[in-house]
């Protein structure tokens, strides 16, 4: 199946700092990536919508200025975490649409976050 | 929008026995439905999926089937072995460039030896 690729896969950081995280699509061009939080035993609640070239589409409740979202290629969209704080720890998983004559959704390997 | 409902959110059973986990889903337009596995800490992996075209779809001990009429679709996996114990997440998609999937709540299977 199709590859995506995520980094960092554990992040430690202190309150107050900004956290990037990776998504890699490394072998399609993927026009629209998905991000999702995660908690413990939880499903996956849609943060957002990352289309290549345009402005994210974000879900309700998900504040745009504290999850900055940039899909700058079809490989890769990042995900960065502004002004990071506890209530933000987290774990966070990107996918990516992979259309090859049918289209499947493919997951990167997920990042932990945890702001001290 | 879509509302994806998953069924039971726990399931044990014992190793060699069957297992089936429900779905059902609201949005007549979706027609695409794929089921995720995810052990603990890792990504979820696409481990079969079915089209609105197709009533069934078997792979080795998983197979999926879907009732377009009653909007539901299951997963069933059959001869249970430990290495099967993880969360299993149903989803369901209108299809097409961008279009959003819908995630059930998961199940999480343990199988006991």
């Known amino acids: 199946g199709a590859v995506v690729s995520q980094h960092p896969s554990w992040v430690i950081c202190k309150s107050g700092t900004s956290v990037k995280i990776e998504c890699r699509s490394l072998?399609?061009?993927?026009?629209?990536m998905f991000w999702y939080r995660q908690f413990p035993k939880q499903s996956l609640m849609l943060m957002a919508t990352?289309?290549?070239?345009?402005?994210?589409?974000?879900e309700q409740g998900v504040e745009k200025d504290k999850f900055l979202i940039n899909h700058a290629s079809l490989t890769l969209s990042t995900l960065t975490v502004t002004s990071a704080h506890p209530e933000d720890s987290s774990f966070y998983i990107c996918?990516?649409?992979?259309?090859?004559?049918?289209?499947?959704?493919?997951f990167g390997s997920g990042t932990q976050l945890s702001v001290l | 929008g879509e509302n994806v409902e998953q069924h039971p959110s726990t399931l044990s059973v014992q190793e060699g026995d069957s297992a089936v986990i429900k779905c059902t889903y609201s949005?007549?337009?979706?027609?695409?439905f794929p089921w995720y596995k995810q052990e603990l800490g890792k990504r979820p992996q696409l481990i079969i999926d079915?089209?609105?075209?197709?009533g069934e779809k078997k792979d080795q001990r998983i197979a999926v089937t879907l009732n377009k009429t009653a909007k539901h679709f299951s997963l069933h996996i059959t001869e249970t072995q430990p290495e099967d114990s993880a969360v299993y997440f149903c989803?369901?998609?209108?299809?097409?460039?961008?279009?959003?999937?819908?995630f059930g709540t998961g199940t999480s299977l343990t199988v006991i030896p």
């Open positions: 072998d399609f061009q993927a026009t629209t």
């Open positions: 949005d007549s337009a979706s027609n695409y």
């Open positions: 996918s990516a649409s992979f259309q090859g004559g049918e289209e499947k959704l493919f």
């Open positions: 989803a369901a998609s209108i299809g097409g460039i961008g279009n959003q999937f819908y």
């Open positions: 079915i089209r609105s075209n197709v």
């Open positions: 990352s289309n290549e070239g345009s402005k994210a589409t974000y």
